[in-house]
């Protein structure tokens, strides 16, 4: 009887995990995605030049790069995943607020700064989580789930912020991004203890030198040298597309800029679904 019980137990912490994975997948997608795109339509309808649009957005790009450095340091040594999660939903929450309460140059660049800061970090924690609650036979499957969920959830807001945009105005989406992360707060309270446990291995604090040495003989490798350079490239060609099409289309006055982003994120993202779910 107790063994029957221990089992039923784990299937019910399991589901409750799949399910918070799930959603959080699905709602984070939009906020980790596309805020920067949402943001420059917001500008661009506030006629900012260019320039600082340019300067706004970057700022979002540089949180996230070193969030994505610190933040795999932190989860490596701190195990309350849970807290990191929630204090990256809540703070998304508070930037956006800014950004729209506060639309002048410093405050937004420095409102996207920590957003982007905190964006970056979802998928890492979100990693971290699936590994120690499906455990490592289990973590592959996870992670694709979590892909799918992710690209689903990216086409269905895209969608709804089109919707917004249209009703309300390029505040909407901006607003629609906040309540996301806002409400992914209820899905991390879902997650078991499991989620927190930490991974049984004492952390051992390497020397400058040590990590140094590591980071160099990761570089001297050829393979690894061009496959960083290739991916560096494509980001900076393709994550500029978006942002400049919609400035584009702004400057020439062809409609909602708003409504355009939120288009384009869903036809992507579409075309991306069905690989992820060929194995479900």
């Known amino acids: 009887m107790r063994t029957i019980v221990t089992v039923n137990r784990a299937k019910t912490r399991h589901r409750k995990d799949d399910l918070s994975l799930d959603g959080l997948s699905f709602l984070l997608a939009d906020v980790q995605d596309n805020l920067g795109n949402f943001l420059t339509a917001f500008l661009t309808i506030q006629n900012w030049p260019s320039s600082r649009i340019g300067a706004a957005i970057a700022a979002g790009g540089l949180g996230a790069v070193l969030a994505r450095f610190v933040g795999g ?12 999660l929630a ?90 991004v906040g309540g996301l992360a806002a409400v992914s707060i209820l899905f991390v309270g879902g997650f078991s203890a499991q989620a927190d446990e930490p991974s049984g291995q004492p952390p051992e604090a390497a020397s400058v030198r040590e990590t140094l040495r590591a980071v160099f003989t990761l570089l001297s490798e050829p393979r690894l040298a061009i496959f960083l350079a290739t991916y560096l490239l494509f980001n900076v060609a393709n994550g500029a597309v978006v942002p400049l099409m919609i400035e584009r289309y ?30 479900f």
């Open 73 to 84: 340091w932190a989860l490596d040594i701190f195990c309350g995943r849970r807290l990191m």
């Open 87 to 176: 204090v990256c939903c809540a703070v998304t929450f508070v930037s956006v607020a800014m950004m729209l309460w506060v639309p002048l140059f410093y405050p937004i660049v420095v409102a996207h700064f920590i957003a982007g800061g905190a964006g970056a970090l979802f998928t890492p924690i979100l990693a971290a989580i699936s590994h120690h609650t499906a455990g490592a036979r289990g973590y592959i499957e996870r992670m694709g789930r979590n892909e799918s969920f992710n690209h689903l959830g990216n086409a269905s807001s895209g969608f709804l912020m089109s919707l917004l945009g249209r009703l309300i105005g390029p505040v909407a989406p901006l607003w629609g």
């Open 250 to 279: 702004a400057f020439l006055h062809l409609g909602d800029p708003a409504v355009v982003t939120a288009i384009c994120i869903v036809i992507a993202q579409i075309t991306v679904i069905p690989p992820f779910l060929v194995g």
